[in-house]
Structure formats: C-alpha cells, structure tokens
C-alpha cells in the first residue's frame, strides 16, 4: 500500500509540474508575443496609412468634407450663441432684461420694459429728460404706466439691479 501512495504522490507531483511549467510557458509565450505585437503594429498601421493617404481622392469627397466642416462649425456657434438665457426681473410697473451668460456673468439692460405692453421704454430728447411706454410714444395705444425722471430711473435701475443679482444667484452665475 506504501509503494501505491508513493507513486500516486510522485504521479500527482508530476503532473503539478507539468502544469505549473506549461502555465510559465504561456505567459512568456504571450508576453514575447503581445511585445512583438506592440513593436509591429506601429509599422503595419503607420504602412497602411501612408499607403491609404496616397489613395487619390475624388473631388466630390473633398467638397463634401469641406461643406460638413463648415456645417460642423456653424452648428457649433449657434449652440454657443444660444445658451445665453433670458429672464426679465420684475420691479415696481417696469421689466428689467437680464441676461444669464454661459460663463457664468449676467448683464441687467439699462433700458427699461412696460409691463403692459413688454414694449421697451422710449427716452425723450433732453429737455425733457424722461422715459415713456414705446407703446405711448407711438401713439398706439393707451398706458397705465407712468413717465419716468433721469433721477428716478437711476434709482430704480439700481433696485432692479439688486433684484437681477439675487436671481442670477438663483442661477448659480458670478455677479
């Protein structure tokens, strides 16, 4: 029974070595190869393109290239372009347009807006000195809101610039 135990051990140990060698084998069999790979791939891909670029190209290829780059970058100004928001502050009878930049900056408009009409406000010649619904300035129609002072539409600019600051906040914009 001893001389059956030794031989199954002898036979179980050789058979570990035998797998433990073939699993040595392969790994150094692909890392030899996978390095081959990396050395030779850079010369067929580099081969293969150079051969590829001196392909003559057709004419309508290349306009058609040119035609989807300018298509390409006309897309991407008017994304930029339109990602501009917005928004109009209300403050006592008037509308004040803010603009949200993508930047993360906002800018209040100096010029008023009539809540009635979203008509922007009209500023008389200086003797005058006032601001008036662009709507009643038309003749258009009549207004409720009222004639606003130089004086007076500094205040209120300032109002709704405070007002702007806290909803661009709200937005997550720099001041």
Not at 88 to 97: A, N
Not at 98 to 112: A, E, L, M, Q
Request: with cysteine; proline share 4%.
């Amino acid at each position: 029974m001893s001389r059956l135990k030794k031989k199954l051990k002898d036979y179980i140990r050789l058979l570990l070595l035998q797998i433990h060698a073939s699993i040595i084998g392969r790994i150094v069999l692909v890392s030899i190869s996978s390095v081959g790979g990396i050395y030779l791939l850079p010369k067929t891909f580099l081969s293969a393109l150079i051969e590829t670029l001196q392909i003559p190209t057709p004419q309508w290829a290349t306009i058609a290239l040119a035609l989807l780059l300018v298509l390409y970058i006309c897309l991407k100004l008017s994304k930029d372009h339109s990602s501009n928001k917005s928004i109009f502050i209300h403050d006592s009878d008037l509308k004040w347009r803010v603009t949200i930049h993508k930047n993360g900056t906002f800018k209040r408009h100096d010029t008023p807006y009539c809540k009635q009409h979203n008509a922007i406000y009209y500023h008389s010649p200086p003797p005058a000195n006032q601001y008036i619904c662009g709507e009643m300035a038309m003749g258009k129609s009549q207004c409720n809101s009222r004639v606003i002072n130089e004086s007076e539409l500094t205040i209120l600019k300032n109002l709704a610039k405070i007002k702007a600051e806290k909803k661009a906040r709200k937005y997550g914009t720099k001041c």
